[in-house]
């Protein structure tokens, strides 16, 4: 059973900065997909990033290209989002999962472990 566990969220200012991570244990990640998903108040779940854990592969969502970046760190078992030059439309519960398998996909569906999410707050 993977259990991952989100930190780093909070109140920030826009233009300002972030690093969310999520520390992952019970499981490997290796050969796996983890992703990082937000949930605005009465929006649906949408897909922010991922990254190949084995390949190293990134892909994003084109409302965060040049501004976020996911990345891992092999021996922690952690996988980091820094999130630069936020907006107020950044605004949302984030969270990271997992999806099984190397290939990725942006569906939620597809990700069969979840953390339980962490706030990320930009005002204007």
């Known amino acids: 059973q993977v259990q991952l566990v989100e930190s780093g969220g909070g109140l920030v200012q826009a233009g300002g900065s972030l690093r969310l991570s999520c520390a992952a244990s019970?499981?490997?990640?290796?050969?796996?997909?983890m992703g990082w998903f937000r949930q605005a108040p009465g929006k649906e779940r949408e897909f922010v990033a991922a990254l190949s854990w084995s390949g190293g592969s990134t892909y994003y969502t084109d409302s965060v290209k040049g501004r976020f970046t996911i990345s891992r760190d092999n021996a922690k078992n952690t996988v980091y989002l820094q999130m630069n030059s936020l907006k107020p439309e950044d605004t949302a519960v984030y969270y990271c999962?997992?999806?099984?398998?190397?290939?990725?996909?942006?569906?939620?569906?597809?990700?069969?472990?979840w953390g339980q999410g962490t706030q990320v707050t930009v005002s204007s």
């Open positions: 999962a997992r999806k099984r398998g190397s290939t990725y996909t942006v569906g939620a569906e597809r990700y069969d472990y």
């Open positions: 019970g499981g490997t990640l290796t050969g796996h997909v």
